[in-house]
């Protein structure tokens, strides 16, 4: 079956750390380029970052938001995508997703994604 | 404060046909792709229309996109109950660098 599961939310404190992992089955992982997205409670879809598959460089690229504190990685032989999350602070509070484009293309949309995990960063 | 705007509500009864606008410029939606997604309550978003008006397999024909300029739309005709759900466009942005949203439409089916 295609589909993408990530793991690792929780209730976190601020200021701490915290990894999600993104597990992918069905489909040849090495050749898309992975990307998270966070909705946070009632609100809008917010662009985390990617990362391109390794025949583009595996190069990554993150929002502004997020940038110096989160960081994206892939293991292309076991099928994951990482989303690290460092120094934490209450507005990442969210549901996190990643995402696979409908074709190798990034610019083909975002077709499959995960069923989201729940970041909840609090004291 | 979205980068793309929509409007917040949309509705219409069974049968009829809504259309969802999408706003930005000449950084986002004028020169680069539109997506739309769907999301229904307590799901992940779907993918609805991409590249402008490419809709992926499995997607109704009800469901069309178009833009002109900086600015996109959706359409759903022949609405029914279970298409009330929250709809986003979405565009890169060259200046940011960076995938932009609009802040979603909620589609009400009365």
């Known amino acids: 079956e295609v589909q993408l599961v990530e793991s690792g939310g929780g209730l976190v404190e601020p200021g701490r750390s915290l990894r999600l992992s993104c597990t992918a089955s069905g489909f040849p992982f090495r050749d898309y380029p992975m990307t998270w997205f966070r909705q946070a409670p009632g609100k809008g879809l917010e662009w985390i970052g990617f990362i391109r598959s390794k025949d583009y460089g595996g190069t990554t690229q993150y929002a502004a938001s997020v940038k110096g504190r989160f960081s994206i990685s892939r293991d292309d032989s076991r099928t994951i995508a990482y989303l690290q999350m460092n120094t934490l602070k209450t507005e990442d509070t969210a549901v996190y997703y990643c995402t696979r484009t409908l074709r190798s293309d990034i610019l083909t949309g975002f077709y499959l994604w995960g069923q989201g995990t729940l970041v909840t960063v609090s004291s | 404060q979205s980068v793309l705007t929509q409007p917040p509500s949309a509705s219409g009864t069974p049968g009829q046909r809504v259309t969802i606008s999408c706003s930005g410029s000449?950084?986002?939606?004028?020169?680069?792709?539109v997506f739309w997604y769907q999301q229904l309550p307590g799901t992940a978003p779907k993918l609805l229309i991409y590249r402008n008006d490419q809709r992926p397999s499995g997607v109704p024909d009800r469901f069309s996109g178009s833009k002109s300029g900086p600015s996109a739309s959706l359409s759903i005709s022949g609405l029914r109950s279970e298409d009330e759900a929250d709809y986003y466009c979405?565009?890169?942005?060259?200046?940011?660098?960076?995938?932009?949203f609009g802040g979603g439409t909620k589609l009400t089916v009365l």
């Open positions: 979405a565009a890169w942005d060259d200046s940011l660098t960076g995938w932009v």
């Open positions: 000449s950084s986002n939606i004028e020169n680069n792709y």
